[in-house]
């Protein structure tokens, strides 16, 4: 279905601050569509003819190497643009997005993007920050991968998870097996390192998590903290 | 020192296709440094001042997790834009930047970029397409670090290296700690990992690595293929 009537996206925190021609153009060419649990929106190594934007649901990006079971690379929520980076350069998709719950996305024809990008500056300001934020993300992650073993990357998880609720028993939002792709390990390994959390007072029942002692698991997870600089040399100046 | 004269980054690929007025104010403001091997740019957690553009060398990007050894993120070779992603939010820088080889940057003021940006829709849009870039790189980095194992990490880079290339016979650009961290391992799981790959007949005399069946290594390192669709399910339409 086309956006009819419009005014729908001006109600969009993402798309706050851009001048209302270039909204009015992005929406005009936008078409919704809602995807059922387990539908793929666009596949690795395909060429996007539009911009996916995520307004409702969650998704998986999945990372397809030959041969080998598909990783998960990421899991997004609503709101969210998704795949900005190879509408822009033309490339083919890094990612397969396939929709964890179900979901509603507004498509948004590459040349319309193109279009509005080259004459609004502001657009463009906005969706660098957009990227900008995603590209951060992924440091984040790749810094995660390789200082952290497995149950100190499942332990960070959980107390960014219980942060995040304000709670010391926390519900697993994804299944299992899920979450194992997207932290980096095998079903097999997300079991071993829930076991090995025991020792910091982690308890889990079904899919709910208690933390006996938070202060403990977040000790155990390392996270980014300022005493880091021990370890490297002065700024030069 | 200050860019006198100007003209330097009109010549720069990477500014290819800039409006003069936004090449000129950005020049204006920038500052040319040289960096010895080791030292450090900028600092993970550091509030950017201004935008680092690499001319010349190569640095690595360290993220370190609290008393955890640094490990790289990445390792970047001139001509590079690092850092993109904070000066645009403000955020804290995600890695420290340290020279490798050494390196000449040009130093541009976090101001001199937001205003040329806020007036600017191509310098927006370009830049758009190298944050873009970089954060295809870091996606496959995720893929590479959750689906495949050391060795066939250190395969697929040997394989990517040889093609660079175009020889059989490589020489390491690096030292193989820092490579180690690179690809995610620790300096014994490189050496194991080279040990595993002399059944795919790699041969290693120093830094210098000699590939004897390069089919038979590209085989093992499973490079993203056109045959992973068998895993998927079929696209939404």
């Not at 590209?135 to 960014?160: C, D, F, I, M, P």
Request: hydrophobic fraction near 40%; charged fraction near 25%.
């Amino acid at each position: 279905m086309t956006v009819d009537g419009g005014g729908y996206f001006k109600q969009l925190p993402l798309f706050a601050g851009i001048a209302e021609e270039s909204i009015s153009r992005l929406e005009s060419h936008a078409e919704f569509h809602t995807f059922p649990r387990g539908a793929v929106i666009q596949r690795q190594g395909s060429i996007p003819t539009a911009l996916p934007v995520l307004l409702e649901g969650s998704v998986q990006l999945l990372g397809c190497v030959r041969t080998q079971r598909p990783v998960v690379v990421d899991i997004v929520r609503a709101v969210e643009i998704l795949h900005l980076a190879p509408v822009l350069s033309t490339a083919p998709v890094p990612t397969t997005i396939q929709v964890v719950d179900p979901a509603t996305t507004v498509m948004i024809p590459r040349a319309a993007v193109h279009k509005c990008l080259s004459s609004d500056a502001h657009l463009a300001y906005r969706l660098l920050t957009i990227l900008g934020s995603q590209y951060e993300g992924l440091v984040s992650q790749v810094k995660n991968l390789k200082a952290r073993t497995a149950s100190q990357r499942l332990a960070a998880y959980l107390v960014e998870l219980a942060e995040d609720r304000g709670a010391r028993v926390v519900r697993l939002p994804f299944d299992k097996r899920l979450l194992a792709s997207r932290l980096g390990m095998t079903p097999e390994s997300f079991s071993r390192a829930l076991s090995t959390l025991r020792t910091y007072e982690v308890e889990t029942r079904s899919s709910e998590v208690h933390i006996g002692d938070f202060e403990k698991l977040r000790q155990y997870a390392l996270p980014d903290g300022e005493d880091w600089e021990e370890d490297t040399p002065e700024e030069y100046s």
